[in-house]
């Protein structure tokens, strides 16, 4: 009788028994027992995320390929024809099999190992402890503390306190809600400011986030980037078109030419084995891998694949100030009385020692604040409002019932305020001002109408270092030709004057950004400036979008909750890990040593495989258009294909396999431009039309001088040589050192081989008409390369079509 029982979802946890819900105290939490209970009975926050792939899978995933299956049926054919020596096809395909496997488990295991250093924890209450565990180790009823930058990670109830969440990434509305006890807190949102503490209520596959992704994983495909996309594409056309035309090809020597079984079945396989581009998806496969390798020596930790590639077309960077330009610490280097006779500077101190006293320092503000009044305080704040980036000020009513805001001078002082040209003033100089005035209402009424009621007390100023590496950082990107645009919740005077002591170009062009309103005035802003201040979460995100509709690929650094609305926006969002948990969620990329300056060595990374894949795809399809074209014209005209599988296997070690891979690990700088198979087509054309070209050549003059079959196929290998090293010569420029030897052992190899082991590849000694014949061909290709490459390069000038579109304009500053 079959089971009616429900299948369970990938990443929902069994559940062992069934356990009563619980009611913690807030104070005290679960005991260790219950939570272990609760882990052990399968309640805990497992995600529902697919689980790493084992490694029989990465083995058979790498076997059990459709062009290996391909290729293990033409071996079939070949030894069924009784031609051994035409099998030296098959030891290359076994060496891609175990280099992709090799390669691949190296790379889990370094990927695992920085993962761990990654991973998100969770800090819960157990026997009345603070306790910081993983998140998948929390349970079902535990009591969670969520502050400022942390990620809900399971769907909960609000106990005690009170914070402010943004809800964007699962709701899409980006204002803040405020959430206080009784109050449902969604996981996949984010903590703005606050704290509070909760009881997990829907945990693992039971919570909101992990059914929007279960229902996600069932309706979307993955994400690919162009040059995977492309070559899937590639991989399929050339899937659905081999098999038809290699029933036809063998219908054709069978019948038309009336060739024996061993002559023809060869022949067929040789065409068929040239149209696979064997070694190209593997090439890909090893680039990437070794990329994330060597991002992850640099402490970076690739998230997706895909922002490789990202990288390598970046050219606008968007950062902010703060952790980017600036050391994240901050200092205060004074304070500005405002009214100095009611309210002089000892006075400034103990308000601002009562304001802080008891509050957490839940950013690098606060601590800086804490730090520099230490007065023991004489009132206790019974009230707070947090600051927001939407409002820039936060407040406190204290025991004695004064109520005192504190932040943005532009936010909190009435228009035409006499103070206001003082804070400007400051703000120029690279200060970051803050504005401590009274208020005479209620903190509820300052939140609404914060100017109203405000007495200006005093300036306070804060300074961050500028990093010691971020001049010659921006330096480099500038030579690079990567544009940067500082995005920043701060005064725009005062990031303008600290991104022009960092170096930044045209930093002078700064916006108040908290003046645009329409989407026409953001676009026009993004062409026109550099520095935008007082940017809000929502604004920076738009500003984002406005370079990328600009046609601009754009990397985007953040560490905090204000950012990651643009992080997830930018075509690569980088976060820093000592940031906010939620920003490094979401990035991409993951800077797990905050290093900012280590941004140089990740966008020449993704530029070099980028660039390294590009130049050595175009060696891969040229044997392919070959192939195609020459198979095409001897289906039409009745001709045989000129070439054995074991000369074709001699030409693609020596111009293809060899060099493809010594040139994919080489240094490359140049940005990545226009789409990749145009790039990749235009370079590999000529020299594949020219392939053919000549063969056909060798293929008329053989016959009309009455050259033997063995003497025609070698000399049609020799000139396809000939034609791969003038192709290796054009995708090695500019030569260096390494190429040059490349250069120079690629045709010796070929020589030794074709001499040594000439019975193995199937190589025919030549007489002096055919050595003749093979010289003048050799010698007329030249010509015919360099007129194909110039017309290519005129048609491409000529015609841009897409890559036009895809070019970045030009911005105005």
């Known amino acids: 009788m079959p089971s009616t029982a429900r299948k369970r979802p990938r990443g929902e946890t069994k559940k062992n028994r069934v356990l009563p819900r619980l009611a913690p105290d807030a104070e005290k939490g679960l005991t260790r027992a219950e939570a272990e209970e609760r882990l052990r009975c399968g309640y805990g926050n497992e995600s529902p995320k697919p689980p790493e792939r084992a490694m029989g899978q990465i083995i058979a995933d790498n076997l059990f390929t459709y062009f290996n299956l391909i290729f293990a049926a033409l071996a079939a054919c070949v030894i069924a024809a009784g031609s051994y020596k035409d099998l030296t096809f098959l030891p290359i395909v076994i060496i891609n099999i175990v280099i992709g496997t090799v390669q691949e488990l190296r790379s889990r295991r370094a990927l695992r190992a920085m993962t761990l250093v990654a991973e998100p924890r969770a800090v819960v209450i157990r026997d009345g402890a603070e306790l910081a565990i993983p998140c998948e180790q929390s349970v079902r009823d535990d009591v969670a503390v969520f502050s400022g930058g942390r990620q809900i990670y399971a769907d909960a109830v609000v106990l005690s306190g009170e914070c402010r969440v943004n809800e964007a990434l699962v709701t899409g509305e980006a204002d803040e809600i405020i959430k206080t006890p009784g109050t449902t ?178 950013n690098e503000t606060l601590a800086a604040l804490a730090r520099h009044f230490t007065a023991p305080p004489r009132l206790r704040a019974v009230k707070r409002l947090p600051f927001t980036s939407v409002n820039k000020f936060a407040g406190a009513r204290l025991s004695d019932g004064s109520v005192y805001l504190l932040g943005a001078p532009d936010k909190l002082l009435c228009a035409g305020s006499p103070h206001a040209a003082t804070a400007a003033k400051y703000a120029s100089e690279g200060y970051r001002v803050l504005l401590l005035s009274s208020f005479s209402g209620d903190l509820d009424d300052a939140e609404k109408t914060p100017r109203q009621g405000t007495e200006p007390l005093a300036l306070i100023l804060l300074t961050n270092k500028i990093r010691d590496a971020a001049p010659g950082t921006f330096r480099f990107f500038a030579e690079q030709g990567v544009s940067i645009r500082v995005i920043s919740g701060d005064n725009a005077a005062t990031v303008s004057r600290i991104a022009q002591d960092a170096g930044i170009e045209n930093a002078e062009k700064y916006i108040d950004a908290s003046e645009l309103k329409t989407e026409r005035q953001i676009r026009r802003a993004a062409s026109e400036h550099v520095v935008f201040g007082r940017v809000t979460p929502d604004v920076k995100r738009r500003l984002v979008r406005a370079f990328k509709a600009a046609g601009h690929t754009v990397a985007m650094t953040g560490d905090g909750v204000n950012d990651v609305l643009a992080l997830k926006d930018a075509d690569c969002g980088i976060a820093m890990a000592s940031g906010s948990e ?9 800077l797990l040593d905050s290093d900012f300056s280590a941004m140089t060595s990740v966008v020449m990374e993704g530029r070099r495989v980028i660039n390294n894949i590009e130049r050595s795809a175009s060696l891969f399809l040229v044997k392919n258009i070959f192939s195609f074209t020459m198979t095409l014209l ?58 053919l070209l000549a063969v056909l050549a060798v293929v008329t003059l053989g016959e009309r001088f009455s050259l033997s079959p063995g003497e025609m196929s070698t000399m049609s290998t020799i000139v396809l040589a000939f034609v791969g090293l003038l192709m290796l010569i054009k995708v090695s420029r500019p030569l260096n050192k390494m190429r040059k030897a490349l250069i120079v052992a ?68």
Not at 582 to 590: D, G, M, S
């Open 185 to 362: 807190l969604l996981s996949g949102s984010f903590v703005v400011s606050g704290e509070c503490r909760a009881r997990l209520d829907k945990v693992g596959a039971e919570s909101f986030a992990s059914r929007l992704t279960l229902e996600a994983k069932k309706n979307n495909k993955k994400m690919r980037s162009e040059m995977m996309y492309a070559l899937t594409r590639l991989v399929k056309i050339i899937g659905f078109v081999i098999i038809p035309s290699g029933a036809v090809m063998l219908y054709q020597q069978f019948r038309v030419l009336k060739l024996d079984f061993s002559e023809g079945m060869v022949t067929t396989v040789a065409a068929l084995i040239g149209m696979i581009p064997e070694g190209l998806y593997l090439l890909v496969s090893v680039a990437l891998a070794v990329s994330v390798m060597r991002l992850a020596r640099r402490r970076a930790l690739v998230r997706e694949m895909r922002c490789i590639e990202t990288l390598a077309r970046v050219d606008v960077l968007c950062v902010d100030k703060t952790g980017t330009i600036t050391e994240p610490e901050m200092a205060v280097r004074g304070t500005v009385p405002l009214a100095p006779d009611e309210f002089p500077a000892e006075k400034i101190d103990g308000v601002m020692s009562d304001y802080l006293g008891g509050a957490d320092a839940e």
């Open 582 to 590: 939620v920003a490094c969620h979401i990035a991409q990329l993951v």
């Open 634 to 691: 001897a289906l039409l005209f009745a001709m045989s294909y000129p070439m054995a599988p074991s000369q074709l296997t001699l030409f693609n070690v020596m111009f293809i396999g060899v060099p493809s891979f010594a040139l994919a690990l080489e240094p490359n700088r140049a940005r990545v431009r226009g789409s990749f198979m145009a790039n990749v087509l235009i370079n590999a054309l000529p020299a594949g039309l020219t392939d």
């Open 746 to 813: 690629m045709p010796v190899c070929f020589a030794l081989g074709a001499v040594i082991l000439r019975d193995m590849f199937g190589m025919t000694p030549l007489g002096g008409r055919a050595s003749l014949v093979t010289a003048l061909v050799c010698l007329a290709s030249v010509p015919v390369i360099m007129a194909l490459s110039a017309l290519a390069r005129y048609i491409r000038a000529r015609f841009p079509g897409a890559d036009a579109r895809r070019r970045p304009r030009r911005v105005r500053v």
